[in-house]
Every structure is written in structure tokens, then in C-alpha cells.
């Protein structure tokens, strides 16, 4: 009505009133809704691939002067669905099939028809989530099959082979004779579920199975939304004929779980992409047998001169986690320093009162002032180790703060020199342990004050004090010198170790656990009892049995085979905990959950912060 003239009352209230709603006291929590779009393959010639056209290994490059060929996949339970139906254990294993698959593939690409060994190293998991790149290597007639999850995880050898051309093949009849005794198939694939083989539907392809003297004879089919077209033999039809012989006896199960893990004399005697095969195998040796295949029409499709079956339990299969391989490690890797490295505006002060009377002479506002930490002594003249870190970390921290509220080195980088106060290469051991903590005070002012502080280690030698000037230039904030030789800090993949090899990290005596009766403390009670076989524990709190819940987690921890103590101990109170101590004669290990919130930023740190 506005727009044509007429005024309306704008003050006008409604008859009824419109609800409100308070917001909420915390900020408000931004979510993405659109879809995360895997990695897709695009144009790959332009970064000089040649596309492949294969469903599993996409692209290929050759490699100069010809030293082979790499050929490059990623796999991936969600655009490869079909293979989620093969699980080993109740974990999704690219079964032995499709890595048969993968090299004759290369074989071919490569010339050859024929796969003469293939030997598979280690199972090749793949993870609920994500995917795993594949690199298929091939130099001369030598095949290596690599695989990892991640861009920056290390790469896995799951399997090396041979392959070639040419040799001789019988045929042979694969229709039962006379006397060919079917065998039972309906309950196939609950048989094979019980020795930890789980096949999904695409997997489920076997129709009719008989015995003919000491062969057998498997007729297997694909699925109708099964595309086998770009496939030499589909991975799935082929590993269907092979699942009857999985079974030790006629049949029977034994409870014993075998799986191929070597190939010889792989050959594609035919067309590529049946959708229906038929197989005589017979025996080949023990633990091995040979398969010659056809398509429905009798028509040969290909032969493999034997195929090795072993026994496969859960310590053959690679652990996979949420978290496998998630933990680093931090390492010292030597860098190269600059070809050249000015010395001019680097200023070297022997202490913090040099550095100081510098100040305020304003010789120290330069590109940068080396500060050599000094050994200290405690109050009273302490020279303990305890004593001497609280005197060096409180005369640090105040020439910190001094440092970052003094305008006149707003400019200029404050670069602290210590000597072994990190173990820079596998040999070394941290000698210096008060200029140690140094290093974790100047840690956490770098992480706040980014490209104000630089840490620099040496060794005492004159090498490696002539190599400073060339340590600053190079703009890393962390370094360690040796013998002249620059070494920064990276962080590194630290692989899971197998549970067989892992030493025991907490021995067979008492393991105290500081706020033992709390969250993180019941937690990791629990899981050193369940997974570290800890069969004594001593848990402290403020309260001790008095807390909440601690009566129970004692019942629990007991009833899981641990002898546990629960006692009232703070762990600030030295005599008390001193005392705590002096009782428990057969201490192994100590960890400490005990939570103290009690945290600051560098300029409002103080020496009690710190002790």
C-alpha cells in the first residue's frame, strides 16, 4: 500500500505476540555442508600420464632411457564398491585376485603375455574411509607392487613378480566326468565365514562345484551389475573358482584359513571380460594346485601353472586403524646452509647483563643478538640439577619479557646458544639439562611470538661455533650443530610396532598413575590393565577412595585381574608424596594425569608458573 500512496501506521503491534529466543552464550558454530569431493583423475596427460583405461591402475608414465614403467591407481571402497565384499578377518583385504590382475595388466602393457612369478608380501588392507594409491613398477621383466594410504605415509611392498612371454599350455577339459561327484555348495560361504573369509555379494559367485578324482571342477558367474568388460579376469569371478579349494578335505571345514600367497605361470589364453567362468584345478604339490580356466562357451581364458595356498592367521594381517601410523616422532635432519651468510648486524653477548647494558647503549637493535646461555647456580650457591634449572628459567623468562615489551627490539631476532641441551643424533645425550628446560621455555615464546627467538645447539667445537652466522641465515627457528653440520627438527611418521616385538614399556612391578581415580586416569587404568597386561596398580587423588566413582573402578580393574591400590595422596605435596613412594617398594613406572590449571601466556608468566 506504501508504494501506491497510502501511509500506513508503522507502529502498528500485532494482536498476538511474537516469541523470542535468547541466544546462545557460546560463538556460533560454523559447519560446512557441501559435499568433500574425492580426488578425480581430470586430464591427466598434461602432468605426462598416459591413461590407462583400466578400472584399478588409471594412468601410466614411462620412465627415461627405458628403465621401465610406473603405473599409478587409488583405490577406494567407495568408488571401487565391489571390493568391500572381500574381507579377511573382518577387514577389507584386496584379495590376491585383483593383485593377479594388476600384473598381468603390466605384463601386457609392457609386451608380455605372462605373469611367470608373483610373490605376495604383505595383505593389502584398505580403509573404511579414504583411499590407498597404488604404484605398479615394472623395469626390465621385474614387477614390484607398492601401496599407502596417505600422500606423506610411508609406501608398503605388498607384492614382486616376473613377468615374460610365451610358454606352453595344454588345454584341458573342463566338464565333469562319469563319475564327478558334485559337491555341495549351499553353505559354501558360511563354511568359509567361519575360518574368517567374508565374501560379499559380487564375491558370492560360485554355482556348482564337483570332484573328479583328485580335481575339482567350479562353475562361477558374475552378478548382472557386475562390469567385467575392461577387466583381463575379473578380479571377482577369479577369486570365486578358487574358493572351494580354500576349504582343507571335501568340503569339511576344518577351521583352518588359507589364502593364495604365490603365482607361477600366469597366462590370458583369450578374450578379456567373461562374466562366466569354468575351472578344472588339480593338485600341484603340496599346498599348491593348477587352475585352467574357460569361459562359459568352453572357450580358454587362461591358465596358471600353480597357485601356492597358505595358512593365514590374524598375525599375518597389517594393523588398521583410526589411527595406525598417526603417531610422529620428532628426528634431527641435517639441512644445507647457505653458500653465503653475513655476519654483519649480528652481535654476540656472553650473558643476560651483556645483552642488557647492550640495550640500553643500543647496540643491540641489529639484525641479530646471539645470547650464550651461562651455566647458573641456585639460590645459596645450589648446584643440583633441580636447583640450577629453577635459577636459569627464571633469569630466562625475565630477559624474555624484557625482550618482546622493549620496543627497540622490535626488529631484531634474539638467538639463544646453548651446548647439549638436545640429543641431536642417535649417539648423543642431553648433557645440559637445566639449558634443556631453556629449550621448552623459548618453545612455547616461539609458538607465541613467531620470528622473534631462534634456538641454536652446539657441541663446543670450533667448527661448529663458526658456523653460526651461517645457522641464522638460514631462517629455521630450531637448529643443532655438529661438527659444522646444521641439523633442524621434523616431524616424522613413527610406525606402529607389532605387538610381538613391543617391549614391555611398564614392567611387572607397580605403576603409579598421578589422578588416577579421574577421567584420563580411568581411562588409562584400563587400558594398561586390557592391553599391557599391568597387573599392579597404585592410583592417587586428593580424595582417594572418597572420589567419585573410585570404589567401582577398583572392582572393575580387580575383576580384569589388576591389584589395585587406591590412596589419597596430592601429588603437590612433596612429604606426601615422598611418603606414598617410600611404600611402594617395587615402583616400575609413574604417569602423571593429575590435572593443574594453572596456565599463563609468556608476558604474564612467572617464576611460579614455572616451578
Known amino acids: 500500500t506504501h508504494t501506491h500512496g497510502t501511509t500506513p501506521t508503522w507502529n502498528h503491534q500485532p494482536a498476538h505476540k511474537t516469541p523470542t529466543h535468547k541466544?546462545?552464550?557460546?560463538?556460533?558454530?560454523?559447519?560446512r555442508y557441501w559435499l568433500d569431493t574425492p580426488p578425480g583423475n581430470g586430464d591427466v596427460s598434461a602432468a605426462g600420464l598416459t591413461p590407462t583405461g583400466h578400472p584399478l591402475l588409471s594412468t601410466a608414465v614411462e620412465l627415461p632411457e627405458g628403465k621401465g614403467t610406473v603405473f599409478t591407481g587409488r583405490l577406494s571402497v567407495k568408488d571401487q564398491t565391489w571390493l568391500a565384499d572381500h574381507a579377511v578377518l573382518d577387514a577389507v583385504v584386496l584379495p590376491a585376485s585383483a593383485i593377479t590382475e594388476l600384473a598381468l595388466f603390466a605384463a601386457l602393457r609392457?609386451?608380455?603375455?605372462?605373469?611367470?612369478?608373483?610373490?605376495?608380501?604383505?595383505?593389502?588392507?584398505?580403509?573404511?574411509?579414504?583411499?590407498?594409491?597404488?604404484?605398479?613398477?615394472?623395469?626390465?621383466?621385474e614387477l614390484s607392487l607398492h601401496a599407502r594410504e596417505a600422500d606423506d605415509a610411508p609406501w608398503t611392498l605388498h607384492a614382486t613378480g616376473v613377468i615374460g612371454s610365451g610358454g606352453e599350455t595344454a588345454e584341458r577339459s573342463v566338464t565333469p566326468?562319469?563319475?564327478?561327484?558334485?559337491?555341495?555348495v549351499a553353505g559354501l560361504y558360511d563354511r568359509l565365514l567361519r575360518t574368517g573369509l567374508g565374501h560379499g555379494p559380487v564375491?558370492?559367485?560360485?554355482?556348482?562345484?564337483?570332484r573328479d578324482g583328485t580335481d575339482v571342477l567350479v562353475e562361477a558367474d558374475l552378478p548382472e551389475d557386475a562390469t567385467a568388460a575392461d577387466f583381463g579376469v575379473h578380479p571377482a569371478l577369479l577369486d570365486a573358482v578358487l574358493q572351494p579349494v580354500l576349504l582343507d578335505g571335501e568340503g569339511d571345514d576344518d577351521g583352518a584359513l588359507r589364502l593364495p600367497s604365490?603365482?607361477?605361470?600366469?597366462?590370458?589364453?583369450?578374450?578379456?571380460?567373461?562374466?562366466?567362468?569354468?575351472?578344472?584345478?588339480?593338485?600341484?604339490?603340496?599346498?599348491?594346485?593348477?587352475?585352467?580356466l574357460t569361459d562359459a562357451d568352453g572357450a580358454p581364458v587362461a591358465h596358471m601353472d600353480a597357485v601356492t595356498l597358505k595358512p593365514f592367521s590374524p598375525a599375518d594381517l597389517p594393523r588398521r586403524t583410526g589411527t595406525h601410523d598417526a603417531l610422529f616422532e620428532v628426528e634431527w635432519h641435517a639441512v644445507s646452509s647457505p653458500a653465503t651468510a653475513a655476519t654483519a648486524g649480528v652481535t654476540l653477548h656472553q650473558d643476560a647483563d651483556a645483552l642488557r647494558?647492550?640495550?640500553?647503549?643500543?647496540?643491540?637493535?641489529?639484525l641479530a643478538a646471539v645470547l650464550c646461555v651461562?651455566?647458573?647456580?641456585?639460590?645459596?650457591?645450589?648446584?643440583?640439577?633441580?636447583?640450577?634449572?629453577?635459577?636459569?628459567?627464571?633469569?630466562?623468562?625475565?630477559?624474555?619479557?624484557?625482550?618482546?615489551?622493549?620496543?627497540?627490539?622490535?626488529?631484531?631476532?634474539?638467538?639463544?646458544?646453548?651446548?647439549?641441551?638436545?640429543?641431536?643424533?642417535?649417539?648423543?645425550?642431553?648433557a645440559d639439562l637445566p639449558a634443556a628446560a631453556v629449550w621448552g621455555l623459548l618453545r612455547a615464546a616461539q609458538a607465541e611470538h613467531p620470528d622473534r627467538f631462534v634456538l641454536v645447539d652446539l657441541d663446543g667445537t670450533d667448527a661448529s661455533a663458526a658456523a653460526l652466522p651461517a645457522a641464522l641465515a638460514t631462517g629455521e627457528p630450531q637448529l643443532a650443530i655438529r661438527e659444522g653440520r646444521l641439523y633442524a627438527p621434523r616431524l616424522t611418521r613413527s610406525p606402529a610396532a607389532d605387538p610381538g616385538d613391543r617391549p614391555s614399556a611398564f614392567g611387572d612391578g607397580t605403576v603409579l598413575i598421578t589422578g588416577g581415580t579421574g577421567t584420563l586416569g580411568t581411562l588409562l587404568a584400563r587400558h594398561l590393565v586390557t592391553h599391557h597386561d599391568v597387573r599392579k596398580l597404585t592410583l592417587t587423588s586428593r580424595r582417594g577412595t572418597d572420589a567419585p566413582g573410585a570404589t567401582e573402578l577398583a572392582a572393575e580393574l580387580t575383576g580384569l585381574g589388576a591389584d589395585v591400590t587406591i590412596a589419597a595422596c596430592d601429588t603437590a605435596d612433596r612429604a606426601a608424596?615422598?611418603?606414598?613412594?617410600?611404600?611402594?617398594?617395587?615402583?616400575?613406572?609413574?604417569?602423571?594425569?593429575?590435572?593443574?590449571?594453572?596456565d599463563a601466556t609468556l608476558p604474564t608468566l612467572t617464576p611460579h608458573h614455572l616451578d
Not at 541466544?23 to 559447519?31: A, D, N, R, W
Not at 573404511?128 to 604404484?135: F, I, M, P
Open 23 to 31: 541466544l546462545p552464550t557460546y560463538p556460533f558454530q560454523h559447519q
Open 110 to 141: 609392457e609386451g608380455g603375455d605372462r605373469v611367470e612369478e608373483l610373490a605376495i608380501r604383505t595383505p593389502l588392507v584398505l580403509p573404511e574411509d579414504g583411499s590407498v594409491q597404488l604404484r605398479v613398477t615394472v623395469a626390465a621383466s
Open 177 to 184: 566326468g562319469p563319475g564327478a561327484r558334485p559337491i555341495d
Open 203 to 210: 564375491f558370492q559367485g560360485v554355482r556348482a562345484a564337483w
Open 262 to 292: 604365490a603365482l607361477t605361470g600366469v597366462t590370458l589364453l583369450g578374450a578379456p571380460g567373461a562374466t562366466a567362468l569354468k575351472a578344472r584345478i588339480s593338485p600341484a604339490g603340496d599346498d599348491a594346485v593348477t587352475v585352467f
Open 357 to 366: 647494558a647492550a640495550l640500553d647503549t643500543g647496540a643491540a637493535t641489529s
Open 374 to 430: 651461562q651455566e647458573a647456580t641456585g639460590e645459596d650457591g645450589e648446584t643440583e640439577p633441580p636447583a640450577r634449572t629453577r635459577a636459569l628459567t627464571h633469569r630466562m623468562l625475565a630477559l624474555l619479557q624484557d625482550w618482546i615489551s622493549d620496543e627497540r627490539t622490535a626488529d631484531t631476532t634474539l638467538a639463544v646458544v646453548t651446548r647439549y641441551a638436545v640429543a641431536a643424533r642417535p649417539d648423543e645425550d642431553v
Open 577 to 598: 608424596l615422598a611418603a606414598l613412594l617410600a611404600e611402594t617398594t617395587d615402583l616400575t613406572a609413574v604417569v602423571h594425569t593429575a590435572g593443574h590449571l594453572d
